[in-house]
Protein backbone atom coordinates (compact mmCIF):
# COMPACT_ATOMS: atom_id res chain seq x y z
CA UNK A 1 0.00 0.00 0.00
CA UNK A 2 3.14 2.33 0.56
CA UNK A 3 3.87 3.00 -2.95
CA UNK A 4 0.35 3.82 -4.12
CA UNK A 5 0.04 7.10 -4.79
CA UNK A 6 -3.81 8.63 -3.66
CA UNK A 7 -4.95 11.31 -5.73
CA UNK A 8 -7.84 13.04 -5.16
CA UNK A 9 -9.75 14.47 -8.57
CA UNK A 10 -12.05 16.70 -8.92
CA UNK A 11 -15.35 16.13 -10.40
CA UNK A 12 -16.78 17.82 -12.97
CA UNK A 13 -15.17 21.06 -14.79
CA UNK A 14 -11.44 20.32 -13.92
CA UNK A 15 -11.35 16.41 -14.22
CA UNK A 16 -11.30 16.04 -18.16
CA UNK A 17 -8.30 18.14 -18.44
CA UNK A 18 -6.38 17.03 -15.54
CA UNK A 19 -6.93 13.29 -16.70
CA UNK A 20 -6.03 14.91 -20.34
CA UNK A 21 -2.87 16.57 -18.98
CA UNK A 22 -1.91 13.17 -17.16
CA UNK A 23 -2.38 11.23 -20.06
CA UNK A 24 -0.30 13.55 -22.27
CA UNK A 25 2.58 13.73 -18.98
CA UNK A 26 2.41 9.93 -20.13
CA UNK A 27 0.38 7.75 -17.13
CA UNK A 28 -1.75 4.91 -18.42
CA UNK A 29 -5.10 5.79 -17.57
CA UNK A 30 -8.07 3.56 -18.76
CA UNK A 31 -9.98 4.48 -21.04
CA UNK A 32 -13.36 4.42 -18.22
CA UNK A 33 -11.63 6.38 -16.25
CA UNK A 34 -13.37 9.43 -17.49
CA UNK A 35 -17.13 8.28 -17.63
CA UNK A 36 -16.64 5.87 -14.43
CA UNK A 37 -19.50 6.51 -11.41
CA UNK A 38 -17.02 4.94 -9.69
CA UNK A 39 -15.94 7.06 -6.48
CA UNK A 40 -12.69 5.66 -6.00
CA UNK A 41 -10.68 4.19 -9.09
CA UNK A 42 -7.48 2.11 -9.13
CA UNK A 43 -4.79 2.01 -11.52
CA UNK A 44 -2.83 -0.66 -10.63
CA UNK A 45 -0.50 -0.32 -13.88
CA UNK A 46 0.49 2.91 -12.49
CA UNK A 47 0.27 2.52 -8.90
CA UNK A 48 -2.13 4.55 -8.55
CA UNK A 49 -5.39 5.41 -6.42
CA UNK A 50 -7.72 8.36 -7.94
CA UNK A 51 -10.52 9.79 -5.70
CA UNK A 52 -13.40 11.37 -6.55
CA UNK A 53 -14.07 14.40 -5.15
CA UNK A 54 -16.29 17.74 -5.15
CA UNK A 55 -14.01 20.40 -6.08
CA UNK A 56 -13.80 22.18 -2.79
CA UNK A 57 -13.42 18.97 -0.80
CA UNK A 58 -10.44 18.16 -2.98
CA UNK A 59 -7.94 20.53 -0.53
CA UNK A 60 -9.42 18.66 2.31
CA UNK A 61 -8.96 14.92 1.50
CA UNK A 62 -5.14 15.96 0.88
CA UNK A 63 -4.42 17.78 4.43
CA UNK A 64 -5.91 14.89 6.10
CA UNK A 65 -3.32 12.70 4.12
CA UNK A 66 -6.07 10.47 2.93
CA UNK A 67 -5.39 11.55 -0.55
CA UNK A 68 -1.28 12.31 -1.28
CA UNK A 69 -1.77 14.60 -4.11
CA UNK A 70 -4.74 16.53 -5.62
CA UNK A 71 -6.04 19.02 -7.79
CA UNK A 72 -7.85 21.75 -7.06
CA UNK A 73 -8.71 24.65 -8.48
CA UNK A 74 -6.95 28.28 -6.83
CA UNK A 75 -10.05 29.59 -5.84
CA UNK A 76 -10.68 26.52 -3.57
CA UNK A 77 -7.56 27.02 -2.06
CA UNK A 78 -7.87 30.85 -1.54
CA UNK A 79 -11.33 29.86 -0.01
CA UNK A 80 -10.17 26.79 2.41
CA UNK A 81 -6.85 27.88 3.45
CA UNK A 82 -5.62 24.09 3.99
CA UNK A 83 -2.54 23.17 5.10
CA UNK A 84 -1.04 21.21 1.80
CA UNK A 85 2.09 22.31 -0.70
CA UNK A 86 1.09 24.04 -3.57
CA UNK A 87 3.38 22.48 -5.78
CA UNK A 88 2.66 23.24 -9.37
CA UNK A 89 0.53 25.50 -11.61
CA UNK A 90 -0.88 23.04 -13.82
CA UNK A 91 -2.21 26.11 -16.22
CA UNK A 92 -5.59 24.60 -16.66
CA UNK A 93 -9.03 25.83 -16.40
CA UNK A 94 -8.32 29.28 -16.24
CA UNK A 95 -11.15 31.67 -15.20
CA UNK A 96 -11.04 34.42 -12.78
CA UNK A 97 -12.99 35.48 -9.67
CA UNK A 98 -15.34 38.43 -10.18
CA UNK A 99 -17.62 40.60 -8.62
CA UNK A 100 -20.85 41.28 -10.30
CA UNK A 101 -23.82 42.56 -10.32
CA UNK A 102 -26.98 44.27 -11.98
CA UNK A 103 -25.73 46.77 -14.74
CA UNK A 104 -25.90 50.26 -13.80
CA UNK A 105 -26.42 49.50 -10.17
CA UNK A 106 -24.85 50.72 -7.13
CA UNK A 107 -23.98 48.88 -3.58
CA UNK A 108 -27.06 49.39 -1.02
CA UNK A 109 -25.85 51.93 1.42
CA UNK A 110 -27.94 50.62 4.04
CA UNK A 111 -27.37 47.09 3.85
CA UNK A 112 -24.92 45.85 0.98
CA UNK A 113 -25.27 42.29 0.31
CA UNK A 114 -22.57 40.03 -1.73
CA UNK A 115 -23.94 36.29 -2.63
CA UNK A 116 -21.07 34.04 -2.91
CA UNK A 117 -20.14 30.14 -2.68
CA UNK A 118 -16.59 31.56 -1.79
CA UNK A 119 -17.50 33.73 1.81
CA UNK A 120 -13.82 33.89 2.76
CA UNK A 121 -12.55 35.12 -0.35
CA UNK A 122 -15.21 37.60 -0.41
CA UNK A 123 -15.18 38.60 2.36
CA UNK A 124 -11.58 38.90 2.72
CA UNK A 125 -11.49 41.06 -0.87
CA UNK A 126 -14.74 43.56 0.08
CA UNK A 127 -12.36 43.95 4.08
CA UNK A 128 -9.48 45.38 1.82
CA UNK A 129 -11.59 47.87 0.04
CA UNK A 130 -12.39 49.12 3.33
CA UNK A 131 -16.03 48.19 2.28
CA UNK A 132 -18.39 46.66 4.84
CA UNK A 133 -20.51 44.76 3.45
CA UNK A 134 -23.17 41.52 4.17
CA UNK A 135 -21.16 37.80 2.87
CA UNK A 136 -24.58 35.78 2.29
CA UNK A 137 -23.31 31.95 1.60
CA UNK A 138 -24.59 30.03 -1.42
CA UNK A 139 -24.37 26.56 -2.82
CA UNK A 140 -24.86 27.61 -6.64
CA UNK A 141 -26.55 29.50 -9.03
CA UNK A 142 -25.31 32.59 -7.51
CA UNK A 143 -26.09 35.09 -10.50
CA UNK A 144 -29.94 34.49 -8.98
CA UNK A 145 -29.27 36.57 -5.74
CA UNK A 146 -29.07 40.16 -7.38
CA UNK A 147 -31.79 39.23 -9.76
CA UNK A 148 -34.27 38.70 -7.08
CA UNK A 149 -33.24 41.33 -4.65
CA UNK A 150 -31.46 39.00 -2.07
CA UNK A 151 -27.93 40.48 -2.63
CA UNK A 152 -26.23 43.78 -4.86
CA UNK A 153 -23.19 41.79 -5.77
CA UNK A 154 -21.65 38.43 -5.94
CA UNK A 155 -18.60 37.20 -6.21
CA UNK A 156 -18.10 34.02 -8.54
CA UNK A 157 -15.78 32.00 -11.07
CA UNK A 158 -16.28 33.74 -14.35
CA UNK A 159 -14.57 31.76 -16.97
CA UNK A 160 -16.30 33.18 -20.19
CA UNK A 161 -18.72 35.13 -18.69
CA UNK A 162 -21.76 33.97 -20.94
CA UNK A 163 -23.90 33.01 -17.55
CA UNK A 164 -23.72 35.73 -16.24
CA UNK A 165 -24.60 37.64 -19.62
CA UNK A 166 -27.64 35.17 -20.39
CA UNK A 167 -28.79 36.51 -16.77
CA UNK A 168 -28.32 39.88 -17.39
CA UNK A 169 -25.60 40.53 -15.14
CA UNK A 170 -22.36 42.26 -15.54
CA UNK A 171 -18.54 42.23 -14.26
CA UNK A 172 -17.52 45.11 -11.74
CA UNK A 173 -13.85 43.80 -10.61
CA UNK A 174 -11.57 41.27 -11.35
CA UNK A 175 -10.58 39.89 -8.04
CA UNK A 176 -7.63 37.44 -9.17
CA UNK A 177 -7.17 34.87 -11.81
CA UNK A 178 -7.66 31.22 -11.05
CA UNK A 179 -6.12 27.82 -12.44
CA UNK A 180 -5.65 24.58 -11.11
CA UNK A 181 -3.22 23.64 -8.90
CA UNK A 182 -1.23 20.29 -8.21
CA UNK A 183 -1.25 20.23 -4.00
CA UNK A 184 0.60 17.92 -2.10
CA UNK A 185 -0.17 16.63 1.60
CA UNK A 186 3.11 18.13 4.02
CA UNK A 187 3.99 14.43 5.06
CA UNK A 188 3.41 12.77 1.58
CA UNK A 189 5.97 14.92 0.73
CA UNK A 190 8.24 13.77 2.61
CA UNK A 191 7.60 10.00 3.32
CA UNK A 192 6.67 9.54 -0.74
CA UNK A 193 9.02 12.20 -2.15
CA UNK A 194 10.41 10.13 -4.95
CA UNK A 195 7.33 9.26 -6.67
CA UNK A 196 5.56 12.88 -5.74
CA UNK A 197 9.00 13.96 -7.43
CA UNK A 198 8.08 11.59 -10.69
CA UNK A 199 5.19 12.60 -10.84
CA UNK A 200 5.76 16.90 -10.93
CA UNK A 201 8.72 16.21 -12.78
CA UNK A 202 6.54 14.67 -15.92
CA UNK A 203 3.71 17.11 -15.19
CA UNK A 204 6.27 19.96 -15.16
CA UNK A 205 7.54 19.08 -18.82
CA UNK A 206 3.54 19.09 -20.36
CA UNK A 207 3.22 21.72 -18.93
CA UNK A 208 6.63 24.11 -20.31
CA UNK A 209 5.59 21.95 -23.64
CA UNK A 210 2.24 23.85 -23.63
CA UNK A 211 4.04 27.18 -22.65
CA UNK A 212 6.77 26.52 -25.57
CA UNK A 213 3.81 25.58 -28.07
CA UNK A 214 2.07 28.53 -27.33
CA UNK A 215 5.24 31.42 -27.81
CA UNK A 216 6.85 29.07 -30.38
CA UNK B 1 -26.78 28.77 20.89
CA UNK B 2 -28.99 26.18 21.23
CA UNK B 3 -29.36 24.61 24.95
CA UNK B 4 -26.83 22.31 25.71
CA UNK B 5 -26.79 18.45 26.14
CA UNK B 6 -25.42 17.33 29.41
CA UNK B 7 -22.93 15.40 28.04
CA UNK B 8 -21.37 18.27 25.32
CA UNK B 9 -17.86 19.11 26.09
CA UNK B 10 -16.39 22.18 24.72
CA UNK B 11 -15.27 22.78 21.12
CA UNK B 12 -12.20 20.00 20.70
CA UNK B 13 -12.18 19.15 24.24
CA UNK B 14 -11.80 15.16 24.81
CA UNK B 15 -12.42 12.41 27.49
CA UNK B 16 -9.47 9.85 27.30
CA UNK B 17 -11.25 6.82 28.43
CA UNK B 18 -9.76 4.08 29.75
CA UNK B 19 -8.26 2.04 26.56
CA UNK B 20 -6.82 5.02 25.33
CA UNK B 21 -5.77 6.36 28.99
CA UNK B 22 -3.59 2.78 29.17
CA UNK B 23 -2.03 3.41 25.55
CA UNK B 24 -0.97 6.83 26.29
CA UNK B 25 -0.15 5.83 29.67
CA UNK B 26 2.41 3.19 28.15
CA UNK B 27 3.88 4.97 25.68
CA UNK B 28 4.33 8.24 27.52
CA UNK B 29 6.34 5.94 30.26
CA UNK B 30 8.76 4.38 27.51
CA UNK B 31 9.78 7.71 25.89
CA UNK B 32 9.81 9.19 29.27
CA UNK B 33 12.15 6.64 29.75
CA UNK B 34 14.24 7.27 27.20
CA UNK B 35 14.52 11.24 28.18
CA UNK B 36 15.25 10.44 31.42
CA UNK B 37 18.16 8.08 30.52
CA UNK B 38 19.76 11.43 28.39
CA UNK B 39 19.52 13.02 31.69
CA UNK B 40 16.77 15.21 30.99
CA UNK B 41 14.41 15.83 34.31
CA UNK B 42 11.01 16.65 34.36
CA UNK B 43 9.14 19.35 35.37
CA UNK B 44 5.88 20.94 35.35
CA UNK B 45 4.59 23.95 35.08
CA UNK B 46 1.18 25.74 35.71
CA UNK B 47 -1.83 25.52 33.58
CA UNK B 48 -2.68 29.24 33.66
CA UNK B 49 -0.12 31.73 32.47
CA UNK B 50 -0.09 35.52 32.03
CA UNK B 51 -0.92 36.32 28.29
CA UNK B 52 1.14 39.17 28.82
CA UNK B 53 3.82 37.27 29.20
CA UNK B 54 3.92 33.24 28.36
CA UNK B 55 0.83 33.90 26.41
CA UNK B 56 2.98 37.07 23.83
CA UNK B 57 6.14 34.91 23.75
CA UNK B 58 4.57 31.20 22.45
CA UNK B 59 4.88 30.58 19.16
CA UNK B 60 1.64 30.17 18.68
CA UNK B 61 -0.86 32.38 17.13
CA UNK B 62 -3.00 35.34 18.70
CA UNK B 63 -6.17 33.77 17.65
CA UNK B 64 -5.08 30.13 18.64
CA UNK B 65 -4.62 31.23 22.35
CA UNK B 66 -7.62 30.81 24.88
CA UNK B 67 -8.09 33.83 27.29
CA UNK B 68 -9.94 34.28 29.98
CA UNK B 69 -9.62 37.35 32.74
CA UNK B 70 -8.63 36.56 36.64
CA UNK B 71 -10.04 38.61 39.28
CA UNK B 72 -8.11 41.13 38.92
CA UNK B 73 -8.81 41.98 35.46
CA UNK B 74 -5.15 40.44 34.14
CA UNK B 75 -5.62 38.32 30.82
CA UNK B 76 -4.76 34.88 31.57
CA UNK B 77 -4.02 32.02 28.59
CA UNK B 78 -4.41 28.28 28.80
CA UNK B 79 -0.65 27.79 27.76
CA UNK B 80 -0.37 27.03 24.58
CA UNK B 81 2.81 25.02 24.44
CA UNK B 82 5.50 24.16 26.94
CA UNK B 83 7.98 26.03 25.22
CA UNK B 84 7.62 29.30 26.51
CA UNK B 85 6.54 29.09 30.58
CA UNK B 86 9.90 26.63 30.18
CA UNK B 87 11.85 29.65 29.19
CA UNK B 88 10.37 31.69 31.78
CA UNK B 89 11.59 29.48 34.39
CA UNK B 90 14.99 28.49 33.10
CA UNK B 91 15.50 32.38 32.43
CA UNK B 92 13.67 33.64 35.84
CA UNK B 93 15.48 30.58 38.21
CA UNK B 94 17.65 27.79 36.36
CA UNK B 95 20.03 29.41 34.53
CA UNK B 96 22.14 31.22 37.52
CA UNK B 97 24.92 28.74 37.15
CA UNK B 98 25.28 29.30 33.89
CA UNK B 99 25.31 25.34 32.81
CA UNK B 100 23.50 24.15 30.40
CA UNK B 101 19.92 23.08 31.11
CA UNK B 102 18.42 19.65 30.20
CA UNK B 103 14.83 19.64 30.67
CA UNK B 104 11.40 17.81 29.75
CA UNK B 105 7.76 17.22 29.98
CA UNK B 106 4.79 15.94 29.02
CA UNK B 107 1.43 17.92 29.66
CA UNK B 108 -1.47 19.05 27.44
CA UNK B 109 -1.59 22.23 25.87
CA UNK B 110 -4.08 24.16 24.44
CA UNK B 111 -4.99 25.72 21.02
CA UNK B 112 -8.44 26.92 20.27
CA UNK B 113 -9.36 25.28 16.63
CA UNK B 114 -11.28 27.45 14.43
CA UNK B 115 -11.62 24.79 11.68
CA UNK B 116 -13.99 21.69 12.24
CA UNK B 117 -14.98 21.85 15.51
CA UNK B 118 -13.51 18.29 16.27
CA UNK B 119 -9.96 18.98 16.24
CA UNK B 120 -8.54 18.63 19.27
CA UNK B 121 -8.07 22.08 21.01
CA UNK B 122 -6.70 20.20 23.96
CA UNK B 123 -3.70 17.76 23.59
CA UNK B 124 -0.69 16.19 25.19
CA UNK B 125 2.82 16.94 24.28
CA UNK B 126 5.61 15.48 25.30
CA UNK B 127 9.02 17.18 24.53
CA UNK B 128 12.50 18.46 25.97
CA UNK B 129 14.63 21.79 26.00
CA UNK B 130 18.15 22.20 25.96
CA UNK B 131 18.79 25.24 26.83
CA UNK B 132 22.17 27.55 27.49
CA UNK B 133 23.90 25.54 24.88
CA UNK B 134 24.96 27.44 22.09
CA UNK B 135 26.38 24.44 19.91
CA UNK B 136 25.44 22.37 17.16
CA UNK B 137 26.39 19.12 19.57
CA UNK B 138 23.16 20.33 21.14
CA UNK B 139 20.86 20.42 18.44
CA UNK B 140 22.03 17.61 17.08
CA UNK B 141 21.12 15.52 20.81
CA UNK B 142 18.12 17.26 20.57
CA UNK B 143 17.47 15.12 16.49
CA UNK B 144 19.23 11.89 17.88
CA UNK B 145 16.98 11.85 21.50
CA UNK B 146 13.76 12.43 18.85
CA UNK B 147 14.94 9.78 16.92
CA UNK B 148 15.42 7.63 19.85
CA UNK B 149 12.55 8.37 21.59
CA UNK B 150 10.14 7.79 18.56
CA UNK B 151 12.06 4.63 18.07
CA UNK B 152 11.60 3.30 21.77
CA UNK B 153 7.46 4.38 21.61
CA UNK B 154 7.77 2.02 18.48
CA UNK B 155 7.40 3.51 15.50
CA UNK B 156 9.77 2.61 12.84
CA UNK B 157 8.14 3.84 9.83
CA UNK B 158 8.98 7.81 10.37
CA UNK B 159 11.41 10.37 8.50
CA UNK B 160 12.90 13.41 10.26
CA UNK B 161 13.08 16.52 7.63
CA UNK B 162 15.63 18.82 8.92
CA UNK B 163 16.24 22.59 7.84
CA UNK B 164 17.81 25.64 9.08
CA UNK B 165 15.62 28.99 8.80
CA UNK B 166 19.52 31.13 9.15
CA UNK B 167 20.46 29.68 5.93
CA UNK B 168 17.16 30.25 3.90
CA UNK B 169 17.57 34.12 5.62
CA UNK B 170 20.79 34.61 4.51
CA UNK B 171 20.21 32.95 1.19
CA UNK B 172 17.51 35.42 0.49
CA UNK B 173 18.95 38.62 1.73
CA UNK B 174 21.86 37.76 -0.47
CA UNK B 175 20.12 38.12 -3.60
CA UNK B 176 16.66 40.65 -1.90
CA UNK B 177 18.84 42.96 0.29
CA UNK B 178 16.24 43.98 2.47
CA UNK B 179 14.26 42.51 5.35
CA UNK B 180 10.97 43.31 3.64
CA UNK B 181 11.72 41.53 0.75
CA UNK B 182 13.29 38.20 2.46
CA UNK B 183 10.16 37.97 4.52
CA UNK B 184 7.88 38.15 1.61
CA UNK B 185 9.58 35.59 -0.07
CA UNK B 186 9.81 33.50 3.45
CA UNK B 187 6.07 33.69 3.81
CA UNK B 188 5.61 31.70 0.25
CA UNK B 189 7.89 28.73 1.85
CA UNK B 190 6.03 28.93 5.47
CA UNK B 191 2.59 29.16 3.60
CA UNK B 192 4.02 26.04 1.57
CA UNK B 193 3.00 28.00 -1.57
CA UNK B 194 5.81 27.21 -4.41
CA UNK B 195 3.28 27.99 -7.31
CA UNK B 196 3.12 31.78 -5.31
CA UNK B 197 6.93 31.96 -4.64
CA UNK B 198 7.72 30.85 -8.08
CA UNK B 199 5.48 33.59 -9.37
CA UNK B 200 6.79 36.17 -7.05
CA UNK B 201 10.41 35.62 -7.94
CA UNK B 202 9.16 35.94 -11.83
CA UNK B 203 7.74 39.40 -11.04
CA UNK B 204 11.17 40.71 -9.22
CA UNK B 205 13.33 42.73 -11.00
CA UNK B 206 16.56 40.71 -10.63
CA UNK B 207 19.31 39.15 -13.10
CA UNK B 208 18.21 35.92 -14.04
CA UNK B 209 21.55 34.36 -12.33
CA UNK B 210 19.54 35.24 -9.44
CA UNK B 211 16.26 34.12 -10.19
CA UNK B 212 17.69 30.69 -11.21
CA UNK B 213 19.31 30.70 -7.60
CA UNK B 214 15.80 31.59 -5.87
CA UNK B 215 14.14 28.18 -8.17
CA UNK B 216 16.88 26.05 -7.94
CA UNK B 217 16.40 27.05 -4.19
CA UNK B 218 12.96 25.19 -3.92
CA UNK B 219 15.00 21.77 -5.03
CA UNK B 220 17.11 22.09 -1.87
CA UNK B 221 15.65 18.50 -0.39
CA UNK B 222 17.38 15.24 -0.11
CA UNK B 223 20.63 13.42 1.83
CA UNK B 224 24.23 14.87 2.43
CA UNK B 225 24.81 16.10 -1.01
CA UNK B 226 21.85 19.03 -0.67
CA UNK B 227 24.53 20.79 1.70
CA UNK B 228 27.09 21.19 -0.94
CA UNK B 229 24.03 21.78 -3.83
CA UNK B 230 23.12 24.73 -1.42
CA UNK B 231 27.17 25.93 -1.29
CA UNK B 232 26.50 26.31 -4.94
CA UNK B 233 24.24 28.93 -3.98
CA UNK B 234 25.10 31.05 -1.62
CA UNK B 235 27.65 33.73 -1.01
CA UNK B 236 27.45 35.48 2.29
CA UNK B 237 29.64 34.21 5.62
CA UNK B 238 26.04 34.15 7.18
CA UNK B 239 25.08 31.51 5.06
CA UNK B 240 27.64 29.79 4.67
CA UNK B 241 27.92 29.24 8.63
CA UNK B 242 24.75 27.65 8.54
CA UNK B 243 25.26 24.96 6.19
CA UNK B 244 28.76 24.55 8.14
CA UNK B 245 26.16 24.04 10.89
CA UNK B 246 24.04 21.28 8.49
CA UNK B 247 27.24 19.69 7.91
CA UNK B 248 28.51 19.53 11.63
CA UNK B 249 24.67 18.52 12.15
CA UNK B 250 24.73 15.59 9.81
CA UNK B 251 28.10 14.08 11.30
CA UNK B 252 26.73 14.32 14.68
CA UNK B 253 23.86 12.30 13.79
CA UNK B 254 25.94 9.98 12.14
CA UNK B 255 28.17 9.98 14.63
CA UNK B 256 24.87 8.89 16.66
CA UNK B 257 24.15 5.99 14.31
CA UNK B 258 20.30 7.67 13.49
CA UNK B 259 21.37 9.45 9.84
CA UNK B 260 19.00 6.56 8.26
CA UNK B 261 15.98 8.68 9.34
CA UNK B 262 17.24 11.69 8.74
CA UNK B 263 16.78 14.52 5.33
CA UNK B 264 17.24 17.77 4.96
CA UNK B 265 14.68 19.85 3.12
CA UNK B 266 16.25 23.49 3.29
CA UNK B 267 12.72 24.54 2.22
CA UNK B 268 10.88 23.77 5.75
CA UNK B 269 10.08 27.50 7.22
CA UNK B 270 7.75 25.89 10.20
CA UNK B 271 7.57 29.14 11.73
CA UNK B 272 7.68 33.06 10.71
CA UNK B 273 9.63 34.45 13.38
CA UNK B 274 10.27 31.78 16.55
CA UNK B 275 13.10 29.32 15.25
CA UNK B 276 16.50 31.04 14.62
CA UNK B 277 18.72 28.12 13.48
CA UNK B 278 18.39 24.39 12.89
CA UNK B 279 14.50 23.27 12.60
CA UNK B 280 13.01 20.10 12.22
CA UNK B 281 9.94 17.79 11.47
CA UNK B 282 9.01 14.67 12.31
CA UNK B 283 6.37 12.60 9.77
CA UNK B 284 4.92 8.91 10.18
CA UNK B 285 3.89 6.98 7.39
CA UNK B 286 0.11 6.57 8.05
CA UNK B 287 -1.02 10.36 9.66
CA UNK B 288 -1.28 12.96 7.33
CA UNK B 289 -0.08 15.86 10.09
CA UNK B 290 3.57 16.06 11.41
CA UNK B 291 3.77 13.99 14.72
CA UNK B 292 6.59 16.19 15.93
CA UNK B 293 8.63 19.33 15.42
CA UNK B 294 11.31 21.06 16.98
CA UNK B 295 14.51 23.18 16.35
CA UNK B 296 16.60 26.49 17.42
CA UNK B 297 15.11 29.58 19.51
CA UNK B 298 17.78 31.41 20.45
CA UNK B 299 15.49 34.77 20.85
CA UNK B 300 12.90 33.38 23.01
CA UNK B 301 15.03 33.31 26.53
CA UNK B 302 15.64 37.40 25.76
CA UNK B 303 12.25 37.80 25.89
CA UNK B 304 12.51 36.86 29.50
CA UNK B 305 15.23 38.80 30.18
CA UNK B 306 18.17 36.19 29.59
CA UNK B 307 19.66 36.09 26.78
CA UNK B 308 20.48 32.67 26.08
CA UNK B 309 20.63 29.80 23.13
CA UNK B 310 17.98 27.13 23.48
CA UNK B 311 16.72 24.28 21.23
CA UNK B 312 14.00 21.30 21.86
CA UNK B 313 10.93 19.10 20.28
CA UNK B 314 7.96 18.30 21.11
CA UNK B 315 5.78 15.46 20.30
CA UNK B 316 2.32 15.35 19.84
CA UNK B 317 1.48 12.20 21.25
CA UNK B 318 -2.84 11.80 20.06
CA UNK B 319 -1.08 11.58 16.51
CA UNK B 320 2.49 9.07 17.04
CA UNK B 321 -0.58 7.09 18.91
CA UNK B 322 -2.33 7.66 15.82
CA UNK B 323 0.26 6.19 13.54
CA UNK B 324 1.29 3.52 15.75
CA UNK B 325 -2.34 2.31 15.65
CA UNK B 326 -1.93 0.74 18.73
CA UNK B 327 -3.84 -1.95 19.65
CA UNK B 328 -1.72 -3.88 22.19
CA UNK B 329 -3.64 -6.65 23.85
CA UNK B 330 -4.33 -4.48 27.30
CA UNK B 331 -3.52 -6.67 30.47
CA UNK B 332 -6.14 -8.97 32.04
CA UNK B 333 -8.06 -7.93 34.92
CA UNK B 334 -9.08 -10.80 37.11
CA UNK B 335 -12.34 -10.24 39.09
CA UNK B 336 -13.43 -12.10 42.21
CA UNK B 337 -16.96 -12.00 43.02
CA UNK B 338 -17.59 -12.02 46.83
CA UNK B 339 -20.72 -12.29 48.87
CA UNK B 340 -20.06 -11.01 52.16
CA UNK B 341 -19.90 -14.19 54.58
CA UNK B 342 -17.11 -14.58 52.39
CA UNK B 343 -15.43 -11.23 52.10
CA UNK B 344 -12.38 -11.62 54.30
CA UNK B 345 -11.13 -15.17 52.04
CA UNK B 346 -11.70 -12.85 48.71
CA UNK B 347 -9.64 -9.96 50.17
CA UNK B 348 -6.98 -12.10 51.05
CA UNK B 349 -7.18 -13.82 47.32
CA UNK B 350 -7.06 -9.84 45.90
CA UNK B 351 -3.78 -9.41 48.00
CA UNK B 352 -2.02 -12.56 47.04
CA UNK B 353 -2.69 -11.76 43.25
CA UNK B 354 -2.24 -7.81 43.59
CA UNK B 355 1.45 -8.78 45.34
CA UNK B 356 2.18 -10.58 41.96
CA UNK B 357 1.70 -7.54 40.20
CA UNK B 358 -1.93 -9.06 38.96
CA UNK B 359 -4.77 -6.46 38.45
CA UNK B 360 -7.99 -7.69 40.80
CA UNK B 361 -11.76 -6.43 40.93
CA UNK B 362 -13.18 -7.19 43.93
CA UNK B 363 -17.17 -7.22 43.68
CA UNK B 364 -19.90 -7.61 45.94
CA UNK B 365 -22.05 -9.86 44.32
CA UNK B 366 -25.17 -8.04 45.73
CA UNK B 367 -23.70 -4.75 43.66
CA UNK B 368 -23.94 -7.00 40.27
CA UNK B 369 -26.97 -6.62 39.02
CA UNK B 370 -26.40 -8.92 35.47
CA UNK B 371 -24.04 -11.82 36.26
CA UNK B 372 -23.94 -13.02 32.94
CA UNK B 373 -22.59 -9.16 31.64
CA UNK B 374 -20.48 -9.58 34.38
CA UNK B 375 -18.72 -12.66 33.60
CA UNK B 376 -18.81 -11.50 29.88
CA UNK B 377 -16.83 -8.23 30.80
CA UNK B 378 -13.76 -10.38 32.49
CA UNK B 379 -12.24 -13.70 30.99
CA UNK B 380 -11.21 -14.89 34.63
CA UNK B 381 -13.81 -14.73 37.33
CA UNK B 382 -13.69 -16.07 40.55
CA UNK B 383 -16.92 -16.61 42.00
CA UNK B 384 -16.62 -16.60 46.36
CA UNK B 385 -20.29 -17.04 47.12
CA UNK B 386 -22.31 -18.71 49.94
CA UNK B 387 -20.72 -20.96 52.71
CA UNK B 388 -19.51 -23.68 50.24
CA UNK B 389 -15.56 -23.38 50.94
CA UNK B 390 -14.53 -24.49 47.00
CA UNK B 391 -14.50 -21.90 44.61
CA UNK B 392 -16.44 -22.48 41.39
CA UNK B 393 -15.26 -21.52 38.43
Known amino acids: MNDILTIAMPKGRIFTEAAYMLRQAGFQLPPEFDDSRKLIIDVPEEKFRFILAKPMDVPTYVEHGVADLGIAGKDVMLEEERDVYELLDLQISACYLAVAGIPNTKMNDVAPKVATKYPNVAAAYFREQGEQVEIIKLNGSIELAPLIGLADRIVDIVSTGRTLKENGLVEYEEIVNITSRLIVNPVSYRMKDARISEVVERLTEVISGIKAGETG | ?393
Not at chain 2, 111 to 134: H, L
Not at chain 2, 210 to 218: A, I, P, S, V
Not at chain 2, 343 to 360: D, F, N, S, T
Open chain 2, 1 to 393: MSRLFMFEKPLGMRDTLPNLYDMKHSIRTVMATEMKQWGFQFIETPTLEYYETVGSASAILDQQLFKLLDHEGHTLVLRPDMTAPIARIAASKLLKDNMPIRLAYSANVFRAQQREGGRPAEFEQIGVECIGDDTISADGESVALITSVIQAAGLENFQLSVGHIGFVRAFFRQILGTEERVEALTRYLYEKNYVGYRMHVGGLALSSIDKQRLLHFLKLRGGEEVISEAYSLIENDQGKEALSELQLLWEIITDYGQEKSVKFDLTLVSHMSYYTGILYEVYAGNVGFPIGSGGRYDLLLEKFGKPSGATGFAIRLDRLLESLGMNEPIEQVICIVFSSERRKEAYRLAQEQRQIGKKVVLQDINGVKDIDACSNQYNDITFLVGKAKEAMK
